[in-house]
Structure formats: C-alpha cells, structure tokens
C-alpha cells in the first residue's frame, strides 16, 4: 500500500545474517564450566507395570555424577513413570555423566523390571469394551446415549407433569445402546446446531464416508535440548529451544514446586518448532533435576531417535463424515463423529473438529469428538493444530458431493461459503472475511477456468480456515542519541516476526528501517511475551509494538514542543525528525538531536511502552489448486502445479508471508502423500529419516503465492496470522487432485504409491 513507508514492503530478516554466518546461538551451542550431559532412561515397552527399578549398576560406571528417578520430584508432579509404562519411550529416569558417552551406556545400565501387558495401539479398537483399560476413568457415553442421558436429566428435572412412562421407554433405549459406550476416552467435546436428521431428510444427496489421517511429526531440524544450572542459592538457570520462554517459567515452576522468582529462562535460537517446541518435561525438568542433584550445569539434548519415541507429533484421527445437499448445490446437513488418537496423555486436538463446519452455510450440524488414550507418547500442536486432518475429510467429500451432482468444485464452494453477517453455525455473526476473494484469486491464478488435462491427469481444489489466537505481550522502545531505535521484548522469533515488529516500529516513527534494531531478553529481564504458536506473534506482539511506538511518539513530540518552545499539536514527526507545521522560516530537530537533548531533562531517556493482551481475531482462508500426474504403473503422484492463496489482512513483509504460505502448503504435500508414523505390534515407530520420509527438493512441487489483503479491524494495519493457514487446505487438495486423475477416492492418507495402485486394482483400473 503506497501509504507506507516501511509496513507492507519486503525486507531481508533481522536475522538474516547470524542465521547465514552461524553466528546464532543455537541449544547445542551452549557450554557452561563444567557442564555433565544428561541421558534419559526410556522404557523399552509399550505397555508394562514397572516391579522394580535398579540403579546400581549404573552408578558405579566411572563419570556418572547423579541419576534422578521420580523420588526426586518433591512436589509428585509425573516426570518419571513409577508404576507402569504407557508406551516405548516413555522417561524412568535420567543420567548424568562426566561425558556423553558414558550417560548413554549409564542409562543402558539401568535394569527395570517390566510386566508386560496388552498393547492398545488403534483408536477404533481403544473405544470397545473388550480392550484393556489404559487408565482407570477413561468410560465415555457415546454421541447417542448422551443425548439420552441429557433427556432424561431434563424429564427428571421437570415436576410440572408425569413423565415416568417417557423415562422408562428412554432408560430401556439407553441400556440397550451398549455399542454406544466407549472405553480409553481422554476427552470429548460436542456442538450442535439445527436439525442434522431433518436436514439429511431435505437432501437430494447424502454421502458419508470415514477419513483416516496418521500421526506425523512436526521434523523440525535441531532435537529438543536444554542446559540447567542450579546454584548454590537455589536459583534456576534454564537455556532452552523453545516457543514460549515463559510457558517453560511457569511448566518448570510448578512441576517442581520452584518460585518464579527463582527461574530464569534464556531462549536460544531454535531450529524449527512448529507447535513441537512448548513441552516442559522432554529436556527442561530432567536438566533442572540433575543440576539440583550435583551442583553442575547439566546438558540433556534428545537424539533424532529420541524425537520419535518421545517428542510430541501431530495427532492422528479417524472421522466419520456425513453430509447432505440439495441437486443445486446447496449444503443443507453435516455430521461428523471423530476418534483422536491422543496417546498416554489427554490432549490431541478434540477441539478443532468443530472446523469440519469449514466456511460454508451449513444450517444444521452435529459434532462428536473424542480424544482416545494408546499406548503412544502424548501429541501437541503441529501448524494449526487438528485443522488439516478436518479439512482433508470435510473438502473431501465436499469434493465428492459436487462430482454427484455434476458441479463445479470452485462454483459450489463460493456457492455456500459465509458471507459478512451471516450466522456461523453454532458459533457468532460473520466478520469481514475475504472468503470468496481467496478461492476466486487461486481459481485464476491457475487457470482453473479454463484447465485442461492429459491422460492420469487431475486438478483438486480445497480451502481451509484458522483464526490466529492472541496473547498478553508487552515491548519496550528507546530513542538513541544518533536516531537509532532499540526494541527490547521477550517473544521468541521463528518466522521472520521480529522483522514484522521492526517494520512495524520503523513505520509508526517514520525511520528507516535499517535504523532499527530488536533485542530479545530472557525471562528475569524482558516483558512478559505470550508463545510463539498459533499465528500470536505479529498479531499480539505487533499490536505491543504499534501500541509503544506509538507511546514513544507521544514522549517525542512533548520533548520536541518544549526544545522548539512550541505546542505538541503544532509539531509532525516525519522522516525521522519533528517539524513545526506553522513557522516562518521552517523548523525541526531530528529524533538523535531529541535524544540527547533528552538526557539532560528533568524527564529523562526517551523510552515508550506498549502492553497489549487481547482484540478479537478475523478468520484467515487458504485456498489451493493443484494439478497432477499419476503413473498407473508405478503408483507414483508428480504435482504438475501447486498454486495457494491466502487472506492476509495486510502483508508486513510480503516476502516473509510468501515464505509461510510456501513452507506451510510444501508441509501439507508431504502430510497428504508421504509422512507416517508407523508403529509395530512391539509400540515401536519409524524412528529417523531413514523409515520415515520427508520430501526433498526433488519430491517438491514449485508452489506459486498468491496475497490476498482484506484487513482485519484489531490486526496491527489489518495484518491477520499468517502461519497456520496455508497447511490447513493441502491434504484435501492433493486428495482431490488425485481422485480426478484415476476416479478413485483414496480416504487414508499418506496417498503412498502402494494405495493407488492398490486402489486402481480394486476398482478393475
């Protein structure tokens, strides 16, 4: 927008040059004087009681300083199992040793005494009686028996006339649905709104279908690793790649019963996080126990195998899809039931199914979701946490439904997407949204309108949602003598944020860009910073940063009217300097000039300062096309083209936002057509590179960005979250694309080689 000097141009990252030089510090990096290295002891089975832990051996192995179980836990928070195993890497104890070589045969060393037990591995098995019980409260009344169960409540409830003869009829039903209950639940959710029977009822097509997505992981490149340093006053030093600096505070505070005050976390530059970087207990807690015990820093970094067995993946899920429509195209029902796989822990991501909903008027829908407990490590957040694996079922039979009725993919879906004002079902009013705008700019981008395809050719087309979240977040901002500008703030930078906030600064000053430099602080030094996850950071600490800058121009056009013996009204800061608007002759002082005018002031520095906690969200779209080429020999899927659009509010930096939009689709290819954790019948999974595959350059598809700008009102200058989005459309996309290409649905991804010649097999193709 030509308005801006400095806000929506592209410019290289703050970064840009520690990053290339290797001058950034990353966990590994860290040395303390006399540092041990910290080794993990991980069970060895999935599903085990724990009879016996026997240290002995290890502790007479030369080098090893200290070896911590959960007895050391003082507070009896879970750091360590005690009483059984809930699957194959699961931590028992931790090691530390003069070398990390002798930590790992230390930990080797270490003898438990297992009594194996059944193996629950699949989320549909989990759910039925006869499966073996993971934890002890885990018995979930089924979508239909809840309702029941919520009927009778209401019957009961109601003495204003007899209603024993319904009650009976009701309890009778209820006892009969014994299918209907499920076993292993850690959590569930439900949503309604309408009447999903009477609209499948009104519906000239329904079609229902079960999606099945795999647990992936996030593959960041650098392991989790954390260095702790307990001194001899009882404070806590803790050097850590990670998301949230404070979240690791306040996880290590608690699990350990330490005060805050006594707890300094020092982030160091990470090497990819993607929602994988927010655990507590992976490296952090297990450091900090060992330094406690020997008075040293202790370094405990995972191994890529490590990462695996224990690092925390995207959720797999199996969800049951119905949905009905009219012959013109009109969505009139959707139903889903969905089964999260959240592995030994409650967690996974339940609460996104609600986005099956997508963007479209859906006038009557029912969601049942439930998290199930396997003998797998916990999940935790992977880009838009739950989004993909919904979009992928929802688009897909979206798709389907429009193949039936003969419709155009594109045409149906800007038939029924949510316009401003319409009700969301079972949700508010609709904002402003660039919905049509998005599908509309990557319908043309890749010619979809007037496509053409060879033979074993297809095109797909999918959308999908997010809203980024918010978060508190406070920055400082000071003026120096030479007109340079400092930013002092404790987020953590992954993207490319701390060049938005920059761009941000520079523009509301009205200085150069390069005269503007940004300073990340630890937790004893820096403003309290919400995580960098959910597509927060220049949402949240944009706004703190527009909020200071702004703080800032308040102090220098008061310094500015008392050296220029003028009023604050009568002054305009432009191009880094303050002018009087009506004088003759001219007059002005720069922002350096002020600074050091400042110093001698009854006032003092120039310092501004912005805290911000929360604005409402506007919704994001990301839409893509993708065309393909599927060899019916060899099963192999080749993207021809891949073009993603996305609702941005307002590009800070265009080249940043086209980074995003480029990594988060290329993440969703792979998702959709190669990523997998597999796990045996032993609970052991692919557990490197070498098993589980990631695309290379070769594998990618050249990815065209397209921008779409429709400003959100409490965005800083309308600009929305912008990382989340474009991995949640590219599952369905590819899915879509490839179902074109041979006319065979393949409804369990990845979409390896394998499923489709399988699959043409099937359907005598």
Known sequence: MSEYSVVGKSVPRVDALDKVTGAAQYGADVHRPGMLYGKIVRSKHPHAYIRGIDTSEAEKLPGVRAIVTQADVKTGRSVFATDKVLYVGEPIAAVAATDPDIAEEAAELVKIDYEELPVVQDVLEAIKPSTPRLHNDDTKDGPARRVIKARLKKLSDDESQDHSAEIEELTAKFESL?????????????????????????????????????????????????????????????????????????????????????????????????????????????????????????????????????????????????????????????????????????????????????????????????????????????????????????????????????????????????????????????????????????????????????????????????????????????????????????????????????????????????????????????????????SVVTFTMGNTAKLAAEDTCQRILALAAERLNTSADNLELKDGKVSVLVQDPPRSISLGELAAYSLSTTGGPIVGKGSFARKPSTPALAAQIAKVEVDPETGNVRVLKMVSSQDVGFAINPMAVEGQIEGGTVQGYAWAMMEEMQYDEKGNVNPGFVDYRVPTSADLPTVQSVIVEVPAPNGPFGAKGVGEPPITPTLATMANAVVDAIGVRITELPIKPEKVIDALKQNGK
Not at 317 to 338: F, P, Y
Not at 450 to 461: A, C, D, I, L
């Open 178 to 534: 014994e299918d209907e209950v499920y076993y292993n639940i850690s959590a569930e959710t439900h949503t309604e709104a309408g009447d999903v029977e009477k609209g499948f009822a009104e519906s000239d097509i329904v079609v229902e279908d079960t999606y099945v997505v795999p647990r992936v992981h996030q593959t960041y490149m650098e392991p989790h690793v954390s260095i702790a340093e307990a001194d001899s006053s009882g404070k806590v030093t803790v050097w850590a790649s990670t998301q949230g600096p404070f979240a690791i505070r306040s996880g290590v505070a608690g699990t350990l019963g330490i005060p805050l005050t006594q707890i300094n976390v020092i982030p160091t530059t990470m090497g990819g996080g993607f929602g994988g970087r927010f655990g507590v207990a992976l490296t952090h807690v297990p450091a900090v126990l060992l330094s406690q015990k020997t008075g040293r820093p202790v370094r405990v970094q995972m191994t890529r195998e490590e990462e695996f067995v224990d690092g925390r993946p995207a959720p797999g899920c199996v969800i049951k899809l119905k949905t009905g429509a009219t012959n013109d195209g009109r969505i009139l029902a959707r139903q889903a039931l969905a089964f999260w796989d959240s592995g030994s822990v409650s967690g996974a991501s339940i609460g996104s199914t609600i986005r099956v909903r997508g963007v479209y008027k859906i006038p009557n829908l029912k969601v049942d979701a439930y998290g199930v407990y396997t003998n797998k490590s916990g999940t935790t957040a992977y880009r838009a946490p739950g989004t993909p694996q919904v979009a992928y079922a929802g688009e897909s039979q979206l798709d389907e439904i429009a193949r039936k009725i003969g419709m155009d993919g594109v045409e149906f879906r800007l038939k029924n997407m949510r316009e401003e004002g319409d009700q969301i079902p079972a949700g508010a009013k609709e904002p402003k949204v660039g919905y049509k705008e998005t599908l509309k700019a990557v319908a043309d981008a890749a010619g979809w309108w007037n496509r053409e395809k060879g033979p074993n050719q297809g095109w797909g087309v999918a959308i999908g949602d997010w809203t980024n979240g918010c978060g508190p977040g406070g920055i400082y901002i000071s003026v120096h003598e030479d007109g340079s500008v400092r930013i002092f703030h404790g987020s953590i930078d992954i993207t490319g944020t701390d060049t938005a906030i920059a761009q941000i600064v520079a523009e509301v000053l009205t200085v150069p860009y390069e005269q503007v430099t940004i300073t990340r602080g630890d937790t004893d030094s820096a403003p309290y910073a919400t995580g960098s996850g959910g």
